[in-house]
Structures are given as structure tokens and as C-alpha cells.
């Protein structure tokens, strides 16, 4: 899927960690607006990619990281610099929070749940429909995003067309 625009007033940006990073926008009802993947290549590029990102996205209030490490910190210190909200948080919670019990057995089996998932929270959310399969750093991210929503009490829980 090529790079979309961020849209406009995103309030709270999930982010699936890694080298091939997942990036998903939501407004303050809990609703998707944009996600995509991106392979950043190495660390100095997503270091240059984490501050850019959050510099041409001023109506950004939260910032949500799933994963650790030395990549958790350099999101964190960019969204600090921006006096934004930031989570760091570990897969298990918003699994914990999100799937069921048999689609937690494995991280296989979380990660083909997460796609079923982050597809239903596109349609929901009214958001652009991918082009293809989604890879599973953008599925995650979509999924932490809906769970963060949650958290946040921007939604009363996860709605009942993404649960089915």
C-alpha cells in the first residue's frame, strides 16, 4: 500500500514497532482514519521518520507504541518533545484487551486475528478499504489504535460490529 497523506485532525497515532513499522490514525470518536506500513530500512531512518511524522502532524494528542527497546525510546522522546500523550505498551495488552482467548494461543494465531480484526475496525471506521492484504505490522498497529481508543474512554468499549 503506498504512503497515504495523514488525515486531517488526527488526535491519537498507534504505532507497531519495528524496522517495518505499522502507523494508524484515529480521531477522538475512535475511529480510523489512515494506516499504512513502512519499511524504514534502519534506525537512523526511523529515528529521521519518527520526528517528521510527528512534526507535520500538529493535531496530535496521543501517541501509543507497541513494542520496547532502543525504537520505543526514540518515538517516546519525539512524541515527548511534542508534549503528546505517550503509551508504550506490550502486545499482551491490547490482545488481553481485544481477542479471545483461542486467538491468543500463539503469536500466529494473534497476528491472523489482528488481520480479521483491523479489517472489521476499516469497515467500521468508514476508512479506505487496502489494496490487497494487509501486512501485519499495519494490522497490529490498527488494532492498538481501536484498544488505545478504549483505553482512553473515547469509545465505551470495543464496538460490537469489530467483536462479532
Known amino acids: 500500500m503506498p504512503p497515504s497523506p495523514i488525515p486531517p485532525e488526527p488526535t491519537l497515532l498507534a504505532v507497531d514497532l519495528g524496522v517495518r513499522t505499522g502507523l494508524a490514525f484515529f480521531d477522538a470518536r475512535g475511529r480510523l482514519l489512515s494506516y499504512r506500513s ?4 534502519s534506525r537512523a531512518r526511523l529515528k529521521r521518520a519518527a520526528h517528521s511524522l510527528l512534526a507535520e502532524t500538529p493535531e496530535l494528542e496521543r501517541l501509543v507504541l507497541e513494542g520496547g527497546g532502543n525504537l520505543a525510546e526514540l518515538w517516546k522522546a519525539a512524541g515527548l518533545r511534542r508534549d503528546l500523550r505517550v503509551r508504550i505498551m506490550d502486545a499482551g495488552v491490547w490482545r488481553r484487551g481485544l481477542l479471545l482467548p483461542r486467538e491468543r494461543r500463539s503469536g500466529a494465531l494473534a497476528k491472523e486475528a489482528a488481520d480479521a480484526y483491523a479489517r472489521r475496525i ?8 487496502p489494496k490487497g492484504k494487509l501486512k501485519h505490522d499495519v494490522a497490529e498497529a490498527i488494532c492498538i489504535g481501536l484498544w488505545a481508543c478504549v483505553e482512553a474512554g473515547w469509545l465505551d468499549g470495543v464496538p460490537p ?4
Open 38 to 41: 513502512q519499511n524504514l530500512g
Open 122 to 129: 476499516i469497515t467500521w471506521s468508514e476508512a479506505a478499504n
Open 161 to 164: 460490529e469489530v467483536r462479532r
